[in-house]
Nanobody
Framework: VQLQASGGGLVQAGGSLKLSCAAS????????VGWFRQAPGKEREFVAG????????DYANSVKGRFTVSRDNAKNTVYLQMNSLNSEDTAIYYC???????????????????WGQGTQVTVSS
């Protein structure tokens, strides 16, 4: 599975961005997808995830209420809507996926088998 993350950019604090993760796999609907981010000098961390059942989602505490993950299986794409951005959200954002109809979203890097190349999000204050 090849993943292509896009939608990053420069935004002012308080603004919004919508990231996309497009997959090459036609059966992408059966994959759990996670969004992770890595800020300079920091470890990569879980941000949000969505299960093969779109109603199953999980969020890091730092983004709850501001970020929303969703998927469009017809387009083999998962989205991350990011609102009320602040400087602490500045990072490279990666999408990751694993096959399987399990209910656990997974917040650890090792729980995902496929990774996109990342897209830079920069929030200016």
């Amino acid at each position: 599975v090849q993943l292509q993350a896009s939608g990053g950019g420069l935004v002012q604090a308080g603004g919004s961005l919508k990231l996309s993760c497009a997959a090459s796999e036609r059966t992408f609907s059966t994959y759990t997808v996670g969004w992770f981010r890595q800020a300079p000098g920091k470890e990569r961390e879980f941000v949000a995830g969505i299960g093969w059942i779109a109603s199953s989602t999980d969020y890091a505490n730092s983004v709850k209420g501001r970020f929303t993950v969703s998927r469009d299986n017809a387009k083999n794409t998962v989205y991350l809507q990011m609102n009320s951005l602040n400087s602490e959200d500045t990072a490279i954002y990666y999408c990751a996926a694993r096959f399987g109809k399990d209910l656990e979203i997974g917040v650890q890097l090792h729980q995902y088998d496929y990774w996109g190349q990342g897209t830079q999000v920069t929030v200016s204050s």
